[in-house]
């Protein structure tokens, strides 16, 4: 692959891009020549490695979304793509039982940091005349199942929220939602439950309404994110993208 040079050379945001997913549309980007900046609680500390620089940040407060986009338009002067990663899920409760402080919690985290990522990036991209938000929804959004009815709320809002702001915010900045299945990261051991093993037995419940028969891969949403951020999709808008291995049909 050619080198772009740097005036031409992509730059991306990427939410909870230190594990799962993120990293892996983080890695996938990075190979794609893009420079990446990662927001991320999960992280030590502040961090640069070549054209990764690594934030430690909470996706719910504005002062750390104001720090990253500053971050990313200090050193490298433009915003390209925002990748909305960043989510909690819920289980194990009957919907009744789901105390507040974690309702509220699931709605920051996974509604809230939208929210933020519009109110700080998308000025940029409209200045620019460029730019596309990706966010990470879920099938939940699409085929709800019991016990995870607030989660599913969540991802059903980011998807009402990327539909509006693709119509208002055309023709210039795009915006996309990709709906992954059941992923093979650290959220399926909190599908499974505390102290149960992530064996192919187990595992096979979860994965028998999904007609591919195994788990959403980070590489098959990594893959996603790098088509949708491309050219070659600078006519998708408002789309709901559902990797799911036909979960949905």
Known sequence: MATPSTST???????????????????????????????????????????????????????DWVRAVGAVLDKWGRLDVVVNNAGINMTGKETHEVDEAFFDRLMNINVKSVYHSISACAPVMLKQKSGVFIHISSVGALRPKPKIAYYC???????????SIAIEYAPHVRSVVIAPSMGNTGMMQLNLGPGVAATAENIAPMLANIPMGRACEPSDVAATVAFLASDDACYLTGNVVEVDGGRCI
């Open 9 to 63: 050379q992509k730059v991306a945001l990427v939410t909870g891009g230190a594990a799962g997913f993120g990293l892996a549309i983080t890695e996938k980007l990075l190979a794609q020549q893009y420079r990446v900046l990662v927001l991320d609680i999960s992280v030590a500390a502040d961090s640069e490695d070549g054209e990764r620089v690594v934030l430690r940040g909470d996706v719910t407060k504005k002062d």
């Open 153 to 163: 709320a969540t991802k059903a809002a980011i998807i009402a929220i990327s539909k």
